[in-house]
């Protein structure tokens, strides 16, 4: 197969997701010595699921999606019910009153009532320090059960994104109160029982996990069985399970390694036995710059700006993601919410880079292939994934254009958790990031401007900060519905013109499944998929 060609298809590929046991075209499993089985999910996963502790964050969020549940679900039409019925709003937005599903119980056979969501809400308000990305945890004042089924929630004060937050994957859901350790859960669980539509039936650290339906589901058994998450080397590895028949299902979700051959995927769908599905755009694909590190070229307005000229987004889609995904303009696609504002494009130009360069003090003189200022060279360090190909590629293509206008990029690759510790405590020049994502956005990766464990360190060195962060808060309070479009673009503007932010493309979750697998379908988040909803014609 092309090199050429490998990257492609899965570039948000953080845990890939298998289902196992196909022979041949059936998709049933077998296993040796045995009679054929009813078909089961089998997911191999680059990582192990770690810690399932839904109220903390080393867990595979796609395995937490099946296990937990949240008061209300985030849907294309907007907030739904899920384990609430129904709620009320006070006229002054501070309390939420929620009407709880009756006959809910958790796996373990607890009853699911309104001391159970008190108990797991204050257990993660106690721990809030290790929530702060999320800002309803700094605007909850107190949770507290009306009767068994109706729970109240009230805040410090106004903050629309309330429903918004309550519906993410975590931290607001909940765990059976006999799990709970010594009353909390913030130094371990004695076990993962929630609600959801499948159980943690037996997990063997760097094997597998194995999950069971929920018989007593509240929701309807689902019609799949047994899924399980058989840990497997990302790559060739993956692809030779997939060719031999022994997994069937592919999709990418949050732990972002590129997998799978995009000739060879075809040639699976060509043959009539798998199909593709994507969904619509689901976040953006970035460079995070680093406006707050005054020791580096980065901090220069000028320097990001050229970056953005020199990266060719339209070459990045049609050749490593093979058009699967979108060139980026801006930091949110059109589809999110608020985010369609008209900002002014600044298209791949290595020209247009060059003079911003020039007139910035940024010059090429005695021979130097590399640019100075003041004594000091135009070289930054830039930090990818090393398990994502994507992120890899990107930037060998950026380093190259890069060089060509006199700037010299060094590239990093290391573990996605190392990255991340980089971007919390401002240790980078440039690295790769991605937006929160469909479910979460605009609001989230917005409150994280500010925040010190996410993007505080890539805003603080702008001109406009100060402005940036009191729109921030202005917005986030706010109950006037054109008064908060008005702040958001205002804040989308202000990072825009800045360009600490870089977008590359706009990632979409794509599955590759069974020709004869029905009721494929996407949350508003790329971290999980709707399990219970599948099934085989």
């Not at 060879?264 to 755009?281: E, F, H, N, T």
């Not at 689901?282 to 710059?289: F, L, P, R, Y």
């Not at 590190?293 to 980065?298: C, L």
């Not at 970056?307 to 060139?327: C, L, V, Y």
Request: proline letters at 4%; glycine letters at 6%; hydrophobic letters at 35%.
């Amino acid at each position: 197969m092309k090199r050429n060609k490998t990257v492609a298809l899965l570039a948000s590929l953080l845990v890939i997701f298998l289902l196992a046991g196909c022979s041949g075209s059936d998709g049933n499993v077998k296993q040796e010595g045995a009679q054929e089985q009813t078909r089961e999910l089998v997911y191999a996963t680059a990582k192990d699921i770690n810690d399932m502790n839904p109220h903390l964050y080393p867990g595979s969020m796609s395995a937490q999606g099946m296990i937990y549940e949240s008061l209300v679900e985030n849907t294309p039409e907007g907030i739904k019910p899920l384990l609430a019925e129904s709620w009320d709003i006070s006229e002054d937005g501070k309390v939420y009153t929620f009407h709880l599903r009756k006959n809910v119980t958790f796996h373990d056979g607890e009853p699911f009532n309104a001391e159970a969501v008190k108990l797991n809400i204050e257990t993660v308000q106690r721990n809030a320090a290790k929530h702060s990305w999320i800002k309803l945890s700094t605007m909850l004042d107190n949770v507290a059960a009306i009767d068994e089924h109706t729970v109240q929630l009230t805040l410090k004060q106004t903050y629309y994104p309330t429903l918004l937050e309550l519906s993410m994957t975590r931290p607001y859901v909940f765990l059976s109160p006999k799990d709970f350790l010594n009353g909390e859960t913030k130094d371990g669980v004695q076990g993962y029982h929630g609600t959801g539509p499948y159980k943690l039936e037996e997990h063997v650290t760097e094997q597998f996990a194995k999950f069971t339906a929920n018989e007593q589901y509240w929701g309807g058994t689902p019609e799949v069985k047994t899924i399980t998450a058989k840990v497997l080397p990302a790559g060739e590895t993956t692809l030779l399970a997939l060719q031999k028949g022994e997994v069937n299902f592919v999709f990418t979700d949050d732990r972002g390694t590129d997998s799978l051959d995009v000739e060879a995927m075809q040639q699976l769908v060509d043959s009539g036995d798998y199909q593709i599905v994507r969904s619509d755009p689901m976040n953006t694909k970035m460079i995070v710059a680093n406006s707050g590190n005054t020791d580096s070229p980065v901090s220069d307005l000028a320097v990001r700006e050229a970056i953005w000229h020199a990266i060719d987004r339209k070459t990045i889609s049609q050749t490593i993601f093979n058009g699967t995904e979108a060139p980026a303009e801006t930091l949110f696609a059109s589809n999110v919410n608020y985010a369609d504002v008209g900002l002014e494009k600044r298209e791949f130009n290595p020209e247009t880079a060059a003079k911003l360069l020039e007139e910035a003090g940024w010059t090429l003189s005695g021979g130097s292939e590399i640019r100075t200022k003041d004594g000091r060279q135009l070289t930054m360090k830039l930090y990818y994934d090393v398990n994502s190909n994507s992120q890899k590629t990107q930037a060998e293509l950026l380093q190259s254009e890069a060089q060509k206008l006199g700037m010299k990029l060094e590239l990093v690759g290391e573990e996605s958790s190392s990255i991340a510790n980089r971007r919390s405590t401002g240790d980078y020049e440039l690295l790769f990031n991605q937006t929160w994502g469909l479910a979460y956005d605009p609001q989230s990766t917005i409150a994280a401007f500010a925040s010190e464990a996410s993007y505080l360190h890539t805003t603080k060195g702008m001109a406009q900060a100060d402005e940036l962060y009191r729109k921030i808060d202005e917005v986030m309070v706010s109950t006037d519905e054109e008064t908060r479009k008005a702040l958001y673009k205002d804040i989308l503007t202000i990072v825009h013109e800045e360009a600490v932010f870089i977008p590359l493309t706009n990632g979409s979750v794509t599955v590759i499944a069974p020709a004869d697998l029905e009721g494929i379908s996407f949350k508003q988040t790329q971290f999980e998929l709707p399990f219970e909803r599948m099934s085989f014609k």
